[in-house]
Protein backbone atom coordinates (compact mmCIF):
# COMPACT_ATOMS: atom_id res chain seq x y z
CA UNK A 1 0.00 0.00 0.00
CA UNK A 2 1.12 3.04 -1.29
CA UNK A 3 -0.09 7.02 0.10
CA UNK A 4 0.33 8.88 3.14
CA UNK A 5 1.19 7.65 6.01
CA UNK A 6 -1.88 7.21 8.32
CA UNK A 7 -0.58 5.36 11.07
CA UNK A 8 3.34 4.99 12.65
CA UNK A 9 3.87 2.95 15.49
CA UNK A 10 7.66 3.42 16.94
CA UNK A 11 8.88 1.09 19.84
CA UNK A 12 5.56 0.43 21.31
CA UNK A 13 5.90 -1.27 24.84
CA UNK A 14 3.73 -2.38 27.26
CA UNK A 15 3.15 -4.36 29.94
CA UNK A 16 0.72 -5.53 32.35
CA UNK A 17 2.41 -6.53 35.65
CA UNK A 18 5.00 -8.90 34.87
CA UNK A 19 3.65 -9.76 31.53
CA UNK A 20 4.69 -8.13 28.34
CA UNK A 21 2.60 -7.60 26.49
CA UNK A 22 4.04 -5.84 23.57
CA UNK A 23 7.83 -5.54 23.08
CA UNK A 24 9.16 -2.51 20.75
CA UNK A 25 6.28 -2.83 18.63
CA UNK A 26 6.65 -1.32 14.82
CA UNK A 27 3.93 -0.56 13.08
CA UNK A 28 3.02 1.29 9.76
CA UNK A 29 0.32 1.88 7.85
CA UNK A 30 0.00 4.01 4.65
CA UNK A 31 -2.46 5.37 2.79
CA UNK A 32 -6.21 3.41 2.80
CA UNK A 33 -6.45 -0.30 2.13
CA UNK A 34 -7.04 -3.42 4.54
CA UNK A 35 -4.13 -4.45 7.10
CA UNK A 36 -4.59 -7.70 9.18
CA UNK A 37 -3.07 -8.34 12.49
CA UNK A 38 -2.43 -11.60 13.00
CA UNK A 39 -1.10 -14.31 15.18
CA UNK A 40 -1.48 -16.73 18.34
CA UNK A 41 -3.65 -16.16 21.60
CA UNK A 42 -1.48 -13.45 23.56
CA UNK A 43 0.72 -12.50 20.86
CA UNK A 44 -0.66 -8.77 22.15
CA UNK A 45 -2.97 -8.04 18.76
CA UNK A 46 -5.56 -6.66 20.62
CA UNK A 47 -3.76 -5.10 23.13
CA UNK A 48 -1.86 -3.37 20.59
CA UNK A 49 -5.40 -2.01 19.02
CA UNK A 50 -6.10 -0.81 22.74
CA UNK A 51 -3.20 1.05 22.61
CA UNK A 52 -3.80 2.52 18.83
CA UNK A 53 -7.21 3.84 20.32
CA UNK A 54 -5.98 5.05 23.61
CA UNK A 55 -7.93 2.32 26.03
CA UNK A 56 -4.18 1.61 27.57
CA UNK A 57 -1.22 4.44 27.86
CA UNK A 58 2.41 2.94 26.40
CA UNK A 59 5.03 2.04 28.72
CA UNK A 60 7.27 3.30 25.94
CA UNK A 61 7.83 4.10 22.22
CA UNK A 62 5.26 6.40 20.50
CA UNK A 63 2.47 6.63 18.00
CA UNK A 64 1.57 9.45 15.66
CA UNK A 65 -1.46 9.16 13.40
CA UNK A 66 -1.51 11.54 10.25
CA UNK A 67 1.64 13.01 11.34
CA UNK A 68 0.69 13.98 14.82
CA UNK A 69 2.18 12.57 17.94
CA UNK A 70 -0.73 11.07 19.93
CA UNK A 71 0.98 9.13 22.43
CA UNK A 72 -0.45 11.02 25.54
CA UNK A 73 -3.97 11.33 23.72
CA UNK A 74 -7.50 10.42 25.11
CA UNK A 75 -9.33 7.87 23.54
CA UNK A 76 -11.60 11.04 23.07
CA UNK A 77 -9.26 13.23 21.30
CA UNK A 78 -8.18 10.19 18.79
CA UNK A 79 -11.35 9.01 18.11
CA UNK A 80 -11.95 12.70 17.44
CA UNK A 81 -9.40 13.04 15.43
CA UNK A 82 -10.18 10.22 13.38
CA UNK A 83 -9.65 6.82 14.76
CA UNK A 84 -12.40 4.42 15.42
CA UNK A 85 -12.03 0.95 17.39
CA UNK A 86 -14.92 -2.19 17.13
CA UNK A 87 -14.26 -4.06 20.36
CA UNK A 88 -13.22 -7.73 20.57
CA UNK A 89 -16.79 -8.56 22.18
CA UNK A 90 -19.77 -6.30 20.57
CA UNK A 91 -20.26 -2.95 22.76
CA UNK A 92 -23.64 -2.05 21.72
CA UNK A 93 -26.20 0.00 23.38
CA UNK A 94 -28.52 -2.83 24.56
CA UNK A 95 -31.24 -0.80 25.43
CA UNK A 96 -31.28 1.83 22.57
CA UNK A 97 -32.57 1.17 19.23
CA UNK A 98 -30.46 0.43 16.38
CA UNK A 99 -31.05 3.16 15.03
CA UNK A 100 -30.26 4.95 18.26
CA UNK A 101 -26.97 3.51 18.25
CA UNK A 102 -25.86 4.53 14.73
CA UNK A 103 -27.23 8.62 15.01
CA UNK A 104 -25.21 8.18 18.22
CA UNK A 105 -22.08 7.94 16.34
CA UNK A 106 -23.26 10.14 13.78
CA UNK A 107 -23.74 13.26 16.10
CA UNK A 108 -20.79 12.79 18.13
CA UNK A 109 -19.01 15.82 16.41
CA UNK A 110 -21.99 18.27 17.07
CA UNK A 111 -21.15 20.68 20.40
CA UNK A 112 -23.39 19.60 23.12
CA UNK A 113 -25.43 23.20 22.79
CA UNK A 114 -26.34 22.05 19.41
CA UNK A 115 -27.88 18.37 20.32
CA UNK A 116 -29.69 20.12 23.21
CA UNK A 117 -31.85 21.59 20.45
CA UNK A 118 -32.13 18.51 18.59
CA UNK A 119 -31.01 20.78 15.24
CA UNK A 120 -29.34 17.66 13.30
CA UNK A 121 -31.33 15.05 13.89
CA UNK A 122 -33.60 15.34 10.71
CA UNK A 123 -30.36 16.18 8.80
CA UNK A 124 -28.80 12.76 9.74
CA UNK A 125 -31.87 10.67 9.14
CA UNK A 126 -31.00 9.83 5.57
CA UNK A 127 -26.90 8.77 6.80
CA UNK A 128 -27.94 6.88 9.63
CA UNK A 129 -30.67 5.23 7.19
CA UNK A 130 -27.93 4.89 4.20
CA UNK A 131 -25.50 3.27 6.78
CA UNK A 132 -28.48 0.79 8.38
CA UNK A 133 -28.83 -0.59 4.72
CA UNK A 134 -25.19 -0.70 4.28
CA UNK A 135 -25.22 -2.99 6.91
CA UNK A 136 -28.67 -5.24 6.09
CA UNK A 137 -30.02 -3.57 9.70
CA UNK A 138 -32.51 -0.91 8.02
CA UNK A 139 -35.54 -3.60 8.60
CA UNK A 140 -34.33 -3.92 12.05
CA UNK A 141 -34.40 -0.39 13.35
CA UNK A 142 -36.22 0.11 15.38
CA UNK A 143 -35.46 -3.31 17.36
CA UNK A 144 -33.68 -2.94 20.57
CA UNK A 145 -29.67 -3.22 19.70
CA UNK A 146 -29.36 -5.78 22.71
CA UNK A 147 -32.41 -7.87 20.51
CA UNK A 148 -29.77 -8.52 17.71
CA UNK A 149 -28.20 -11.63 16.78
CA UNK A 150 -24.43 -12.01 17.61
CA UNK A 151 -23.58 -11.56 14.17
CA UNK A 152 -26.44 -8.16 13.55
CA UNK A 153 -24.68 -6.80 16.79
CA UNK A 154 -20.82 -7.23 14.83
CA UNK A 155 -21.94 -5.33 12.09
CA UNK A 156 -24.01 -2.58 14.02
CA UNK A 157 -20.78 -2.47 15.81
CA UNK A 158 -18.94 -2.30 12.78
CA UNK A 159 -21.64 0.75 11.34
CA UNK A 160 -21.20 2.65 14.56
CA UNK A 161 -17.75 2.86 14.31
CA UNK A 162 -17.63 3.93 10.91
CA UNK A 163 -20.45 6.45 11.66
CA UNK A 164 -17.66 8.58 13.22
CA UNK A 165 -16.19 8.90 9.90
CA UNK A 166 -12.70 7.54 10.65
CA UNK A 167 -9.41 7.45 8.67
CA UNK A 168 -8.29 4.37 10.47
CA UNK A 169 -10.67 2.12 11.60
CA UNK A 170 -9.65 -0.53 14.11
CA UNK A 171 -11.48 -3.50 14.18
CA UNK A 172 -10.99 -6.90 16.88
CA UNK A 173 -12.40 -9.73 15.49
CA UNK A 174 -15.05 -8.35 13.29
CA UNK A 175 -16.26 -12.18 12.24
CA UNK A 176 -16.00 -13.52 15.97
CA UNK A 177 -19.33 -15.73 16.34
CA UNK A 178 -20.52 -15.32 13.14
CA UNK A 179 -21.83 -18.08 10.52
CA UNK A 180 -19.97 -19.04 7.62
CA UNK A 181 -22.66 -16.35 5.74
CA UNK A 182 -22.19 -14.24 7.70
CA UNK A 183 -18.48 -14.16 6.96
CA UNK A 184 -18.53 -13.69 3.60
CA UNK A 185 -21.11 -11.03 4.27
CA UNK A 186 -18.99 -9.11 6.30
CA UNK A 187 -15.98 -9.75 4.18
CA UNK A 188 -17.58 -7.92 1.28
CA UNK A 189 -18.95 -5.00 3.27
CA UNK A 190 -15.26 -4.58 4.80
CA UNK A 191 -13.43 -4.72 1.09
CA UNK A 192 -16.48 -2.29 0.10
CA UNK A 193 -15.18 0.17 2.69
CA UNK A 194 -11.52 0.18 2.64
CA UNK A 195 -11.31 2.53 -0.20
CA UNK A 196 -13.04 4.87 2.19
CA UNK A 197 -10.54 4.60 5.13
CA UNK A 198 -7.06 2.28 6.02
CA UNK A 199 -8.54 -0.93 8.17
CA UNK A 200 -6.36 -2.42 10.77
CA UNK A 201 -8.07 -6.13 11.36
CA UNK A 202 -7.47 -8.69 14.16
CA UNK A 203 -8.83 -11.48 13.22
CA UNK A 204 -8.91 -15.76 14.08
CA UNK A 205 -9.89 -16.50 10.47
CA UNK A 206 -6.75 -17.14 8.40
CA UNK A 207 -8.51 -17.81 5.51
CA UNK A 208 -10.68 -14.60 5.83
CA UNK A 209 -7.24 -12.69 6.51
CA UNK A 210 -6.23 -14.08 3.69
CA UNK A 211 -9.10 -13.31 1.07
CA UNK A 212 -9.20 -9.19 2.49
CA UNK A 213 -6.04 -8.21 3.46
CA UNK A 214 -3.49 -6.13 0.94
CA UNK A 215 -1.10 -6.54 4.07
CA UNK A 216 -0.74 -8.51 6.46
CA UNK A 217 1.63 -8.08 10.21
CA UNK A 218 2.52 -11.22 12.36
CA UNK A 219 2.34 -10.99 16.23
CA UNK A 220 4.07 -13.28 18.78
CA UNK A 221 4.52 -13.02 22.10
CA UNK A 222 4.58 -9.60 21.68
CA UNK A 223 7.00 -9.21 19.22
CA UNK A 224 6.49 -7.99 15.29
CA UNK A 225 7.73 -11.40 13.36
CA UNK A 226 7.35 -9.46 9.95
CA UNK A 227 4.97 -7.44 7.51
CA UNK A 228 4.04 -8.06 3.90
CA UNK A 229 2.09 -8.98 1.59
CA UNK A 230 0.28 -12.85 2.35
CA UNK A 231 2.65 -14.19 -0.17
CA UNK A 232 5.50 -12.01 1.52
CA UNK A 233 4.47 -13.44 5.49
CA UNK A 234 4.20 -16.97 4.14
CA UNK A 235 7.92 -17.04 3.24
CA UNK A 236 8.60 -15.68 6.98
CA UNK A 237 11.67 -17.91 8.42
CA UNK A 238 10.14 -17.54 11.90
CA UNK A 239 6.33 -17.65 10.82
CA UNK A 240 7.10 -21.32 10.26
CA UNK A 241 7.06 -21.79 14.09
CA UNK A 242 4.40 -20.03 14.05
CA UNK A 243 1.72 -20.41 12.01
CA UNK A 244 3.62 -22.74 9.34
CA UNK A 245 0.71 -25.42 8.20
CA UNK A 246 -2.18 -22.36 8.25
CA UNK A 247 -0.90 -19.46 6.77
CA UNK B 1 -35.98 3.59 -4.18
CA UNK B 2 -39.25 2.25 -3.36
CA UNK B 3 -40.54 3.54 0.41
CA UNK B 4 -42.15 0.53 2.87
CA UNK B 5 -43.31 0.85 6.69
CA UNK B 6 -41.56 -0.37 9.31
CA UNK B 7 -43.77 -0.89 12.87
CA UNK B 8 -42.13 -0.02 15.86
CA UNK B 9 -42.31 -3.03 18.19
CA UNK B 10 -45.69 -3.22 19.56
CA UNK B 11 -44.18 -4.23 23.14
CA UNK B 12 -42.73 -0.79 23.22
CA UNK B 13 -45.74 0.70 24.80
CA UNK B 14 -44.68 4.55 24.86
CA UNK B 15 -47.89 6.01 26.36
CA UNK B 16 -47.65 4.78 30.11
CA UNK B 17 -44.94 7.75 31.43
CA UNK B 18 -46.87 10.26 28.97
CA UNK B 19 -50.39 8.89 30.71
CA UNK B 20 -48.29 9.47 34.41
CA UNK B 21 -47.56 12.97 33.79
CA UNK B 22 -50.79 14.27 31.93
CA UNK B 23 -52.41 12.91 35.35
CA UNK B 24 -49.79 14.32 37.75
CA UNK B 25 -50.47 17.67 35.86
CA UNK B 26 -54.09 17.64 36.18
CA UNK B 27 -53.66 16.81 39.76
CA UNK B 28 -51.64 19.97 40.26
CA UNK B 29 -53.52 22.45 38.33
CA UNK B 30 -56.64 21.62 40.36
CA UNK B 31 -55.27 21.90 43.45
CA UNK B 32 -56.50 25.45 44.01
CA UNK B 33 -59.85 24.27 43.38
CA UNK B 34 -59.54 21.14 45.35
CA UNK B 35 -57.83 22.49 48.04
CA UNK B 36 -59.17 25.96 48.24
CA UNK B 37 -60.71 25.93 51.98
CA UNK B 38 -57.49 24.09 53.10
CA UNK B 39 -54.93 26.77 53.19
CA UNK B 40 -52.43 24.35 55.35
CA UNK B 41 -52.67 21.28 52.48
CA UNK B 42 -52.24 24.19 49.99
CA UNK B 43 -49.35 24.70 51.89
CA UNK B 44 -48.23 21.15 51.85
CA UNK B 45 -48.87 20.90 47.97
CA UNK B 46 -46.47 23.93 47.97
CA UNK B 47 -43.84 22.04 49.71
CA UNK B 48 -44.47 19.15 47.65
CA UNK B 49 -43.47 20.94 44.57
CA UNK B 50 -40.52 23.07 45.43
CA UNK B 51 -38.84 19.73 46.83
CA UNK B 52 -40.34 17.69 44.08
CA UNK B 53 -37.85 20.07 41.84
CA UNK B 54 -35.00 19.55 44.08
CA UNK B 55 -35.68 15.74 43.11
CA UNK B 56 -35.87 15.86 39.45
CA UNK B 57 -32.51 18.31 39.95
CA UNK B 58 -31.05 14.76 41.58
CA UNK B 59 -32.34 12.79 39.01
CA UNK B 60 -31.08 14.81 36.39
CA UNK B 61 -27.62 13.98 37.68
CA UNK B 62 -28.32 10.23 38.74
CA UNK B 63 -31.14 9.17 36.94
CA UNK B 64 -30.27 10.62 33.36
CA UNK B 65 -26.30 11.29 33.77
CA UNK B 66 -24.77 8.98 36.61
CA UNK B 67 -23.61 11.61 38.51
CA UNK B 68 -24.09 9.99 41.86
CA UNK B 69 -24.96 13.81 43.73
CA UNK B 70 -25.12 13.53 47.23
CA UNK B 71 -25.08 17.14 47.71
CA UNK B 72 -28.19 18.66 46.26
CA UNK B 73 -29.73 20.05 49.08
CA UNK B 74 -25.93 22.47 49.33
CA UNK B 75 -27.39 24.56 45.67
CA UNK B 76 -30.75 24.94 47.22
CA UNK B 77 -29.63 25.97 50.91
CA UNK B 78 -27.01 28.36 49.46
CA UNK B 79 -29.67 29.68 46.98
CA UNK B 80 -31.95 30.49 49.29
CA UNK B 81 -29.52 31.91 52.11
CA UNK B 82 -28.36 34.06 48.85
CA UNK B 83 -32.08 35.48 48.50
CA UNK B 84 -32.86 35.85 52.27
CA UNK B 85 -29.43 37.80 52.97
CA UNK B 86 -29.85 39.82 49.99
CA UNK B 87 -33.43 40.52 50.94
CA UNK B 88 -32.11 41.38 54.92
CA UNK B 89 -29.69 43.31 53.63
CA UNK B 90 -30.79 45.45 50.70
CA UNK B 91 -34.46 45.39 51.14
CA UNK B 92 -34.79 43.18 47.61
CA UNK B 93 -37.16 40.61 47.17
CA UNK B 94 -37.97 40.66 43.73
CA UNK B 95 -38.70 38.04 41.87
CA UNK B 96 -36.74 39.50 38.88
CA UNK B 97 -34.03 39.75 40.99
CA UNK B 98 -33.78 36.78 43.27
CA UNK B 99 -34.93 34.20 40.56
CA UNK B 100 -31.33 34.94 38.36
CA UNK B 101 -29.64 35.19 41.83
CA UNK B 102 -30.91 31.94 43.37
CA UNK B 103 -29.73 30.48 39.24
CA UNK B 104 -26.49 32.01 40.05
CA UNK B 105 -25.80 30.32 42.75
CA UNK B 106 -26.75 27.03 42.04
CA UNK B 107 -24.90 27.52 38.62
CA UNK B 108 -21.72 28.95 40.38
CA UNK B 109 -21.33 26.26 43.12
CA UNK B 110 -22.42 23.14 41.02
CA UNK B 111 -19.30 24.08 38.42
CA UNK B 112 -17.00 24.31 41.31
CA UNK B 113 -18.19 20.99 42.36
CA UNK B 114 -17.97 20.02 38.53
CA UNK B 115 -14.42 21.42 38.23
CA UNK B 116 -13.62 19.61 41.39
CA UNK B 117 -14.66 16.07 41.27
CA UNK B 118 -16.01 15.76 37.56
CA UNK B 119 -12.77 17.36 35.45
CA UNK B 120 -10.05 15.48 37.90
CA UNK B 121 -7.05 13.63 35.53
CA UNK B 122 -8.06 10.58 37.30
CA UNK B 123 -11.58 9.36 35.98
CA UNK B 124 -13.69 9.63 39.07
CA UNK B 125 -15.80 7.28 40.50
CA UNK B 126 -19.32 7.05 41.60
CA UNK B 127 -18.06 6.80 45.20
CA UNK B 128 -15.54 9.60 44.72
CA UNK B 129 -18.10 11.87 43.35
CA UNK B 130 -20.83 10.70 46.01
CA UNK B 131 -18.79 11.30 48.50
CA UNK B 132 -17.05 14.24 47.76
CA UNK B 133 -20.88 16.30 46.89
CA UNK B 134 -22.13 14.65 50.38
CA UNK B 135 -18.63 16.04 52.03
CA UNK B 136 -19.26 19.93 50.24
CA UNK B 137 -23.16 19.82 51.87
CA UNK B 138 -21.67 18.61 55.33
CA UNK B 139 -18.85 20.95 55.30
CA UNK B 140 -21.60 24.04 54.39
CA UNK B 141 -24.02 22.97 57.30
CA UNK B 142 -21.20 23.29 59.47
CA UNK B 143 -20.23 26.80 58.00
CA UNK B 144 -23.29 28.44 58.41
CA UNK B 145 -23.99 26.23 61.48
CA UNK B 146 -21.04 28.24 63.09
CA UNK B 147 -21.50 31.76 61.33
CA UNK B 148 -23.33 34.61 62.73
CA UNK B 149 -23.51 36.33 59.29
CA UNK B 150 -26.33 33.98 58.79
CA UNK B 151 -27.64 33.41 61.74
CA UNK B 152 -25.55 30.45 62.57
CA UNK B 153 -27.94 27.46 64.05
CA UNK B 154 -31.20 29.62 63.78
CA UNK B 155 -30.66 30.27 60.81
CA UNK B 156 -31.88 33.45 58.98
CA UNK B 157 -35.84 34.12 59.91
CA UNK B 158 -38.63 36.71 59.20
CA UNK B 159 -37.28 36.53 55.39
CA UNK B 160 -38.91 39.45 53.48
CA UNK B 161 -42.20 38.10 50.83
CA UNK B 162 -41.25 37.53 47.85
CA UNK B 163 -42.15 40.29 45.03
CA UNK B 164 -43.46 40.36 41.13
CA UNK B 165 -43.70 44.23 40.45
CA UNK B 166 -46.16 45.35 43.60
CA UNK B 167 -47.63 42.51 44.22
CA UNK B 168 -46.67 40.00 47.40
CA UNK B 169 -45.95 36.42 46.90
CA UNK B 170 -48.15 35.48 50.25
CA UNK B 171 -48.34 31.86 51.02
CA UNK B 172 -51.43 29.73 50.12
CA UNK B 173 -52.71 29.92 46.39
CA UNK B 174 -50.90 32.70 45.08
CA UNK B 175 -47.46 31.17 46.17
CA UNK B 176 -48.83 27.86 44.63
CA UNK B 177 -49.47 28.89 41.63
CA UNK B 178 -45.92 30.20 41.32
CA UNK B 179 -44.38 27.56 42.45
CA UNK B 180 -46.38 25.51 40.09
CA UNK B 181 -45.29 27.55 37.34
CA UNK B 182 -41.73 27.59 37.74
CA UNK B 183 -41.87 23.96 38.48
CA UNK B 184 -43.52 23.63 35.08
CA UNK B 185 -40.74 25.48 33.28
CA UNK B 186 -38.29 22.97 35.15
CA UNK B 187 -39.93 20.26 34.50
CA UNK B 188 -40.51 20.99 30.82
CA UNK B 189 -37.07 21.85 30.37
CA UNK B 190 -36.02 18.79 31.69
CA UNK B 191 -38.37 16.88 29.43
CA UNK B 192 -36.96 18.32 25.96
CA UNK B 193 -33.56 18.18 27.49
CA UNK B 194 -33.62 13.97 27.97
CA UNK B 195 -35.91 13.80 25.15
CA UNK B 196 -33.23 15.75 22.92
CA UNK B 197 -30.25 14.89 20.89
CA UNK B 198 -27.99 15.50 24.18
CA UNK B 199 -30.19 13.26 25.92
CA UNK B 200 -29.19 10.16 23.51
CA UNK B 201 -26.23 11.12 24.82
CA UNK B 202 -27.03 10.68 28.36
CA UNK B 203 -29.24 7.46 27.77
CA UNK B 204 -25.37 6.18 26.42
CA UNK B 205 -23.79 6.82 29.08
CA UNK B 206 -26.28 5.27 31.66
CA UNK B 207 -25.15 2.35 29.50
CA UNK B 208 -22.13 1.89 28.55
CA UNK B 209 -20.29 5.20 29.56
CA UNK B 210 -17.03 3.15 28.76
CA UNK B 211 -17.84 3.06 24.77
CA UNK B 212 -18.39 6.48 23.99
CA UNK B 213 -14.89 7.95 24.19
CA UNK B 214 -13.81 5.32 21.88
CA UNK B 215 -16.67 7.15 19.33
CA UNK B 216 -15.93 11.35 20.32
CA UNK B 217 -17.67 11.99 23.14
CA UNK B 218 -15.77 13.30 25.73
CA UNK B 219 -18.13 12.33 28.72
CA UNK B 220 -17.13 14.23 31.75
CA UNK B 221 -18.79 17.54 29.99
CA UNK B 222 -21.64 16.13 29.21
CA UNK B 223 -21.73 14.70 32.89
CA UNK B 224 -21.05 18.23 33.70
CA UNK B 225 -23.28 19.89 31.85
CA UNK B 226 -26.25 17.82 33.20
CA UNK B 227 -24.66 18.50 37.02
CA UNK B 228 -24.80 22.06 36.05
CA UNK B 229 -28.14 22.43 35.42
CA UNK B 230 -29.45 20.26 37.85
CA UNK B 231 -27.54 23.13 40.28
CA UNK B 232 -29.62 25.36 38.84
CA UNK B 233 -32.85 24.07 39.27
CA UNK B 234 -32.25 23.05 42.81
CA UNK B 235 -31.41 26.91 43.19
CA UNK B 236 -34.62 27.61 42.15
CA UNK B 237 -36.33 25.51 44.52
CA UNK B 238 -34.18 26.60 47.13
CA UNK B 239 -35.23 30.44 46.41
CA UNK B 240 -38.80 28.94 46.18
CA UNK B 241 -38.55 27.50 49.95
CA UNK B 242 -36.80 30.53 51.75
CA UNK B 243 -39.54 32.56 50.26
CA UNK B 244 -42.30 30.15 51.38
CA UNK B 245 -41.45 29.25 54.49
CA UNK B 246 -39.44 32.26 55.65
CA UNK B 247 -36.76 30.77 57.19
CA UNK B 248 -33.43 28.89 55.95
CA UNK B 249 -31.40 27.04 58.26
CA UNK B 250 -28.60 25.02 58.23
CA UNK B 251 -30.39 21.86 57.83
CA UNK B 252 -31.23 23.32 54.44
CA UNK B 253 -27.62 22.83 52.88
CA UNK B 254 -26.69 19.48 54.93
CA UNK B 255 -26.75 15.88 54.18
CA UNK B 256 -30.15 15.25 55.37
CA UNK B 257 -32.30 17.01 52.82
CA UNK B 258 -29.43 16.03 50.31
CA UNK B 259 -30.81 11.98 51.61
CA UNK B 260 -34.38 12.80 51.23
CA UNK B 261 -33.88 13.95 47.78
CA UNK B 262 -31.98 11.03 46.84
CA UNK B 263 -35.37 9.19 48.86
CA UNK B 264 -37.52 11.33 46.84
CA UNK B 265 -36.27 10.27 43.24
CA UNK B 266 -35.44 6.36 44.10
CA UNK B 267 -38.99 5.70 45.73
CA UNK B 268 -40.72 7.32 42.53
CA UNK B 269 -38.47 5.46 39.51
CA UNK B 270 -35.13 7.49 38.78
CA UNK B 271 -34.47 9.00 34.87
CA UNK B 272 -38.30 9.61 34.56
CA UNK B 273 -38.19 12.99 35.92
CA UNK B 274 -42.07 12.14 36.89
CA UNK B 275 -40.77 9.56 39.01
CA UNK B 276 -39.41 11.63 41.63
CA UNK B 277 -42.21 14.06 41.51
CA UNK B 278 -44.00 10.93 42.76
CA UNK B 279 -41.93 10.04 45.11
CA UNK B 280 -41.59 13.56 46.44
CA UNK B 281 -45.82 13.65 47.23
CA UNK B 282 -45.40 9.74 48.40
CA UNK B 283 -42.94 10.57 51.22
CA UNK B 284 -44.12 14.60 52.21
CA UNK B 285 -48.00 13.54 52.48
CA UNK B 286 -47.13 10.51 54.53
CA UNK B 287 -44.75 12.53 56.65
CA UNK B 288 -47.82 15.43 56.97
CA UNK B 289 -50.24 12.69 58.07
CA UNK B 290 -48.59 10.53 59.77
CA UNK B 291 -46.71 13.34 61.92
CA UNK B 292 -49.95 14.11 63.64
CA UNK B 293 -49.61 10.17 65.29
CA UNK B 294 -46.73 10.12 68.10
CA UNK B 295 -45.30 6.76 68.00
CA UNK B 296 -44.92 6.68 64.14
CA UNK B 297 -43.65 10.61 64.34
CA UNK B 298 -41.14 8.84 66.35
CA UNK B 299 -39.62 6.30 64.07
CA UNK B 300 -40.12 7.97 60.93
CA UNK B 301 -36.85 8.67 60.12
CA UNK B 302 -36.30 5.09 60.42
CA UNK B 303 -39.33 4.16 58.60
CA UNK B 304 -37.59 6.09 55.54
CA UNK B 305 -33.88 4.89 55.96
CA UNK B 306 -35.65 1.22 55.67
CA UNK B 307 -38.09 2.26 52.60
CA UNK B 308 -34.62 3.64 50.63
CA UNK B 309 -32.65 0.34 51.87
CA UNK B 310 -35.63 -1.71 50.58
CA UNK B 311 -35.97 0.17 47.44
CA UNK B 312 -32.26 0.32 46.66
CA UNK B 313 -32.23 -3.31 47.57
CA UNK B 314 -35.49 -5.08 45.85
CA UNK B 315 -37.21 -2.22 43.20
CA UNK B 316 -33.87 0.04 41.78
CA UNK B 317 -37.09 1.36 39.22
CA UNK B 318 -38.75 2.66 42.00
CA UNK B 319 -42.81 2.59 41.97
CA UNK B 320 -42.43 3.65 38.32
CA UNK B 321 -40.88 0.56 37.52
CA UNK B 322 -44.24 -1.62 37.96
CA UNK B 323 -46.17 0.11 35.09
CA UNK B 324 -43.19 1.76 33.29
CA UNK B 325 -41.24 -0.52 30.89
CA UNK B 326 -37.33 -0.18 30.70
CA UNK B 327 -37.61 0.54 26.81
CA UNK B 328 -40.71 3.57 27.86
CA UNK B 329 -38.04 4.57 30.37
CA UNK B 330 -35.22 4.92 28.05
CA UNK B 331 -37.31 6.07 24.94
CA UNK B 332 -35.81 6.28 21.47
CA UNK B 333 -34.74 9.54 20.18
CA UNK B 334 -33.96 9.20 16.57
CA UNK B 335 -37.28 9.68 15.42
CA UNK B 336 -39.54 11.00 17.89
CA UNK B 337 -42.35 9.02 19.22
CA UNK B 338 -44.32 8.32 15.61
CA UNK B 339 -45.74 5.25 15.62
CA UNK B 340 -44.67 4.19 12.01
CA UNK B 341 -41.70 5.27 10.52
CA UNK B 342 -40.96 5.44 6.39
CA UNK B 343 -37.40 3.99 5.78
CA UNK B 344 -36.08 3.20 1.91
CA UNK B 345 -34.99 -0.21 0.57
Known amino acids: ?247 | MKGRLVTRDPTSGICVLARVEIATFFVLLSMPFLLWSRPELITLATNVLILSMLAISFDLCWGYSGVMSFGQALFFGAAGYLVAIVGRDLGFSSIWGSLPLAMLAGLCLSFLFAAILLFDRIKPTTIFVALGTLTGSYAAERLVSGWQYVGAGNGLSSIRLLRIGPIEMVEGIPFYCLALMLFSLCYFGCRVLVRSQFGLVLAAIRQNEEKLPFIGYCVQVYKAVAFLLAGVIAGVAGMLFAYHQGFVGPGNVGPSLSTAAVLYCLLGGPGTLIGPVLGTAVVEVASYFLADIDTIRQIWPLLLGLMLLIIVVFRPNGLLGFIVSDRERIGSYGRGGSKQVRTTT
Open chain 1, 1 to 247: MNGATILDVRGVSKSFGALKALTGVDLLIQGAGLHGLIGPNGSGKSTLLKVIAGAHSVDSGSIAFKGRDITKATPYQRARAGISLKFQTPQVLPLLPVYDNILLAFQARERPWALMRSISRRTMHQDVMAALERFHLADRADRLAGELSHGEQQWLEIATALACKPRLLLLDEPTGGMSPAERRVTGRLLQAIKSDCALLIVEHDLDFVREICDLITVLNEGHVLGTGTVAEVQDLPNLKEVYTARV
